[in-house]
Nanobody, 121 residues
Framework: QVQLVESGGGLVQPGGSLKLSCVAS????????MGWYRQAPGEEREFVAG????????LYASSVKGRFTISRDSAKNTVYLQMDSLKPEDTAVYYC??????????????WGKGTLVTVSS
């Protein structure tokens, strides 16, 4: 059974940093795309960042480009999201996603349960 477990969320002041982790289990994900989505209160879930299974090419939403960095450790079936220069509008539940396609934006096959990030002074 595939499971995605996120960690690293919490409360941070504007301008601060957080690093999210997502560990996937149940099979090998080295050839799968992985990524992050987020959902703010009252809003739809939106794409944040993605990384290909092979080659490590990355994709970012324009709202986070230059502030967030996605990376993965295929040996550990883990994807990370380094979030810097956080803003109050980054407050959301962040979800890990896995796709058998090139990018998670082409369709998500597995979702994590989410981790809450709150940016507030």
């Amino acid at each position: 059974q595939v499971q995605l477990v996120e960690s690293g969320g919490g409360l941070v002041q504007p301008g601060g940093s957080l690093k999210l982790s997502c560990v996937a289990s149940g099979r090998t994900f080295s050839s799968d795309a992985m990524g992050w989505y987020r959902q703010a209160p009252g809003e739809e879930r939106e794409f944040v960042a993605g990384i290909k299974g092979s080659g490590g090419s990355t994709l970012y939403a324009s709202s986070v480009k230059g502030r967030f960095t996605i990376s993965r450790d295929s040996a550990k079936n883990t994807v990370y999201l380094q979030m810097d220069s956080l803003k109050p509008e980054d407050t959301a539940v962040y979800y890990c996603a896995v796709s058998r396609r090139d990018y998670v934006t082409f369709g998500v096959d597995y979702w994590g349960k989410g981790t809450l990030v709150t940016v507030s002074s």
